[in-house]
């Protein structure tokens, strides 16, 4: 396969009460966003631990985008200020790696249905611009 026909594999994470629900409405809307993207749900994106987003990656996704509820709107009253902390610590280290590009975090609402799929469309782009991830390559190289 040549890198003009790599399409990338992301995983998503997405908190139940405001991404997951986004995501349902744009489907709902037939608001069109990038097939290639495998969804998870999580209850809120503070369950989203580091550790996740590194077997995400060593399982063969080139990109991981994770989202929640906008601060000072979580269901959980502060897991979103959780997600934003573990995240500015996961993209220290992800940068010690050269993967920081791969990892991005969005605050997506039940209402922004046409705010997913234009987050959603502009990740895989970038990741297609970036490339397949090689993790064994970046591995042995360190």
Do not use: Q
């Not at 495998?38 to 209850?43: G, H, L, P």
């Not at 993967?99 to 987050?119: N, P, Q, T, Y």
């Amino acid at each position: 396969m040549g890198e003009e026909e790599f399409e990338p594999r992301i995983v998503v994470f997405a908190c139940n009460w405001c991404s997951y629900a986004g995501i349902d409405l744009a489907g709902t809307s037939r608001i069109r966003y990038p097939y290639n993207v495998k969804i998870i749900k999580t209850m809120c994106s503070g369950r989203v631990h580091p550790e996740m987003v590194l077997k995400a990656l060593e399982g063969g996704a080139d990109g991981v985008l994770i989202t929640g509820c906008h601060p000072a709107d979580c269901h959980y009253i502060s897991g979103n200020y959780k997600t934003m902390r573990r995240y500015l610590l996961l993209k220290k280290v992800l940068r010690e790696l050269g993967l920081s590009e791969r990892v991005k975090l969005e605050w997506i609402s039940a209402s922004e249905g046409d705010r997913w799929a234009r987050v959603a469309s502009e990740f895989v782009e970038h990741i297609r611009k970036l490339g397949p991830l090689r993790l064994k390559e970046v591995v042995e190289s360190e």
